[in-house]
């Protein structure tokens, strides 16, 4: 009489298609959080813009029609003005029409530029900016 020997544990082809499963699975998660995180990016630059472009209109000088040659980041709320949030870098603004107009500008990651009447695009719309309202 012969012995069966009897081997339990799981094969290398189970073994590759649960790795190649969990693979799969982790690429598509690294891209949905990618994705998430470039969109959250583009959101503060939105309120950056946004809050740039208050800090402005309410340094408007109406009395000579003029906007401020530069920023004044003691008036936000930090004390500092806002940076980009990938790289640290300020945001871009020009005093346009000798100081009657200006335009603030933030490249999106993510696309989905300006859309409503105040705002203007640049470059497509791979940009959010805000223009005065004066």
Do not use: W
């Amino acid at each position: 009489m012969k012995k069966k020997l009897s081997i339990k544990g799981f094969t290398l082809i189970e073994l590759l298609v649960v790795i190649t499963i969990i693979a799969i699975l982790s690429v598509i998660g690294l891209a949905i959080f990618s994705d998430t995180q470039k969109k959250a990016r583009d959101a503060r630059r939105r309120s950056d813009i946004q809050a740039i472009a208050n800090v402005l209109e309410t340094n408007y000088n109406g009395s000579t029609g003029q906007y401020p040659a530069s920023l004044n980041c003691l008036k936000f709320v930090t004390g500092t003005c806002p940076n980009d949030p990938i790289n640290s870098g300020d945001y871009v603004y020009n005093n346009v029409v000798a100081a009657t107009g200006f335009t603030t500008c933030a490249k999106l990651e993510a696309g989905g530029g300006n859309s409503d009447n105040n705002t203007f695009g640049v470059a497509g719309t791979s940009h959010y900016c805000r223009k005065n309202l004066q």
